[in-house]
């Protein structure tokens, strides 16, 4: 079955500690894209690459880093620069500019 | 004044009612428009995408849109207790801004 598959579900960050969650698609989809979901808040647009080895900041970029390493693969790395990290958060890939954008099932990052 | 409003909810109603979700845009260069359902602990799943003003229909819902009036509504037509979800508006112009509202919780009673 295709489709984009985010782990670890759940994931626990210490205080100073880097956390990378990983995002892969086997939808052969050029467009990947972080959206950070806070209660009440929508999706805010953290990382989007339109292709490999290229990636631009969304609106919510500070604290974060991502690579595009691989067309099916799109990791984010949540620093210990980003002092509120306690979030859903959800992978995304479309085919081009003109389709919609699919999403994963998402991460749930909590802080220890 | 936000890029996409959407009608906050909670929105209870009993099995078998018809629903009524609604956003509204402010940025005319959006050129489609889409609607997500959003279980709890999931992912958005697409449910409707359509690129003009006017109705479209897939079973029991039906996507409306009026660029004129910068509107967008979803109806779901006998609504199920599994339809209650956070519904999710969004509307893109081809890459340039792609915009989610915040969403609607929708919960359908038995």
């Known amino acids: 079955d295709g489709g984009i598959t985010q782990s670890p579900k759940y994931l626990f960050r210490k205080e100073g500690q880097n956390v990378t969650l990983s995002c892969e698609q086997n939808l052969n989809h050029d467009a990947m894209y972080w959206y950070r979901q806070d209660p009440g808040q929508g999706l805010r647009l953290i990382y989007y690459?339109?292709?490999?080895?290229?990636?631009q900041k969304g609106d919510i970029a500070e604290g974060y880093s991502v690579s595009r390493e691989k067309k099916e693969s799109f990791p984010l790395t949540v620093t210990s620069a980003q002092k509120n990290p306690t979030a859903f958060y959800l992978c995304?890939?479309?085919?081009?500019?003109?389709?919609?954008?699919?999403f994963g099932d998402g991460t749930r990052l909590s802080i220890l | 004044q936000k890029e996409v409003e959407q009608d906050p909810g909670p929105l209870s109603v009993p099995e078998g009612a018809i629903v009524s979700l609604n956003c509204t845009y402010s940025n005319s260069a959006f050129q489609y428009f889409m609607w997500y359902r959003q279980y709890s602990r999931k992912g958005p799943e697409l449910l409707m995408y359509?690129?003009?003003?006017g109705n479209k229909e897939d079973g029991r819902f039906t996507a409306q849109v009026d660029k004129s009036s910068k509107y967008i509504s979803l109806f779901i037509r006998d609504s199920q207790p599994s339809d209650s979800a956070t519904y999710l508006c969004?509307?893109?112009?081809?890459?340039?801004?792609?915009?989610f509202g915040p969403g609607t919780r929708l919960s359908v009673l038995p």
């Open positions: 995304a890939s479309r085919t081009d500019r003109y389709q919609p954008q699919h």
């Open positions: 690459s339109q292709i490999v080895n290229d990636f």
């Open positions: 359509t690129y003009s003003s």
């Open positions: 969004a509307m893109d112009n081809y890459g340039q801004n792609f915009v």
